[in-house]
């Protein structure tokens, strides 16, 4: 069965970082393209970023390209996001899913090809 847990979120102030990590089990990571996504009360889940699974090619929103950035050790099966100068506005669950569709050098921004999700993780950053 594959699970993919994710730690790391919190209460943070603006400026802050924060890394959230992604671990996955059940499945080879190495296999899978990875993503990032968030969603807050009222809205449809968005996309962060993501990680192929062929080369480790990245994408970001708009709205975090330069501040965020992911990587992958498929040694050890986990997939983390690396956010520096958070805004409120970043205040979400995150949550990270994996996908063996799509394009394998570029990961895919739909939500609908990511195959397996984990639970969420909150992020909260004050003003």
């Known amino acids: 069965q594959v699970h993919l847990v994710e730690a790391g979120g919190g209460l943070v102030q603006t400026g802050d970082s924060l890394r959230l990590s992604c671990a996955a089990s059940?499945?080879?990571?190495?296999?899978?393209?990875g993503g990032w996504f968030r969603q807050v009360p009222g809205k449809e889940r968005e996309f962060v970023g993501g990680?192929?699974?062929?080369?480790?090619?990245?994408q970001y929103a708009d709205s975090v390209k330069g501040r965020f950035t992911i990587s992958r050790d498929n040694a050890k099966n986990t997939m983390f996001l690396q956010m520096n100068s958070l805004k409120p506005e970043d205040t979400a669950v995150y949550y990270c899913?994996?996908?063996?569709?799509?394009?394998?050098?570029?990961?895919?921004?739909?939500?609908?090809?990511?195959?397996?999700w984990g639970q969420g993780t909150q992020v909260t950053v004050s003003s």
């Open positions: 899913a994996a996908s063996s569709q799509g394009n394998p050098y570029n990961p895919s921004s739909a939500a609908t090809l990511y195959d397996y």
């Open positions: 059940g499945l080879i990571f190495s296999r899978y393209s």
């Open positions: 990680i192929s699974r062929n080369l480790g090619n990245s």
